[in-house]
Structures are given as C-alpha cells and as structure tokens.
C-alpha cells in the first residue's frame, strides 16, 4: 500500500498541474503538442521518458487487485506502451497526436479527463494518510 500512496501522491498533483496548464493556455498547448509531433528528438525524448517512467511503475507496482490501485498500474502499462510506440513506430504516435491537438474540444476533454484522474489520485493518495 506504502508504494501505491507514494505513487498516488507523486501522479495526482502533476496531472491536476498539467491539467490547469492545458485549460489556462488552450491555444499554447494546441501548438505545443503540434510542434512536438513535428521535432523528431522531441517525440523521441517523450517516448523514452514515457516509457522509462511506465516501467518504473510496472516494475514496482504490477498490482491487479480490483481497488483504486489499478489504476495505477494500468498508467504504468500505458505509459510504457505509448513511450514503446513513440520510439518504434512514431507515424502512430503522429497521427494520434494530430488528432488530439487538431481542435480545442480534444484537448479540453484531454485536460478534464487529465484532471480528474489527477484529482483522484491525489485525493486516494493524501486522504488516506490523514
């Protein structure tokens, strides 16, 4: 449990950051996101870190019991899997990416979406050591 607060606590707050970030500054991210996709080293660099970070998480929690904790786990895998794309077949990760940063409705439902998994993180992860 001790790691999946750690963890809980480190996720939550930088996706409620991230979040924020996205719905303060719509059209700054739209063109960041686009200008990633079109710099090579920096898709790359998001892969390698992205999957770096998943299999950190894998690696130290690989849990699949049906509680909050899976989520979790399923981040790391995720993460791991969209870092694995990024590196071996960037052309997926491209199109993904231009879909996404094509309008504001995907990047407002990507940063409410980004935001809610954020809240819950940090409320499981600081709630429970109260």
Partial sequence: MER????AKLLGPTFVAVSLGMMLNLGLYQTII???????ILLYLSGFL???GGLAIVNLHNRWQMDWR????ALGWLMTIGGAVRIV????????GSTISS???SVVAAALATGALGGFLSFKGY???S
């Fill in 103 to 105: 309008g504001r409705t």
């Fill in 4 to 7: 999946s607060l750690f963890l």
């Fill in 34 to 40: 686009a200008e990633g996709l079109h710099a090579g």
């Fill in 89 to 96: 077949l960037p052309q997926i990760a491209i199109a993904v």
């Fill in 127 to 129: 709630m429970r050591c």
């Fill in 50 to 52: 992205s999957m770096l």
């Fill in 70 to 73: 899976v989520v979790i786990t």
